[in-house]
């Protein structure tokens, strides 16, 4: 559901100037929330966000892509930025960092630490002194952990 909403809503974003980060998808019961998070170097305004969501809710009622009812938020993505493209990692080296895979690797899906590198499709972060090489295809979720 995921990867079809991002193919179906990322060039309607992007066409509207801003750049997609992340979308997420929250089933609840008999409705749910669709959460889009957007940016632009410039910052989001609220004018941003109302833009987005009207364009995204025209292209959501001619695709009917989720069943049922859900709402629909469109968000700056705050101090704790979602990362999902290599790109993001990039910007994010230096930074302390949450990932969690889809699948558990060597007993672990959940790596929480500074963000050491991040090439090509491999992403080093040092948890607790401990340098650990993942593979960006294998990350489900990953976000900034802002400083405390």
Excluded: W
């Excluded at 990867?3 to 801003?18: D, I, K, N, Q, S």
């Excluded at 957007?38 to 364009?55: F, H, K, M, W, Y």
């Amino acid at each position: 559901m995921r990867e079809r909403l991002l193919e179906m809503l990322e060039p309607v974003v992007t066409g509207l100037g801003y750049e997609l980060l992340e979308i997420e998808f929250q089933p609840r019961g008999r409705d749910g929330l669709l959460r889009l998070y957007i940016d632009q170097p410039a910052g989001i305004t609220l004018d941003d966000c109302e833009r987005v969501s009207n364009q995204v809710s025209a292209v959501l009622d001619v695709e009917d892509p989720i069943p049922g009812a859900y709402s629909l938020e469109v968000s700056s993505p705050g101090l704790d930025r979602p990362l999902r493209t290599a790109a993001h990692f990039a910007a994010a080296v230096g930074s302390r960092v949450r990932i969690e895979l889809r699948l558990p690797r060597d007993g672990r899906k959940c790596y929480t630490g500074n963000l050491l590198a991040a090439e090509d499709d491999k992403l080093v972060v040092d948890v607790d002194g401990t340098p650990y090489t993942l593979v960006l295809s294998e990350v489900d979720k990953a976000r900034i952990v802002p400083a405390a």
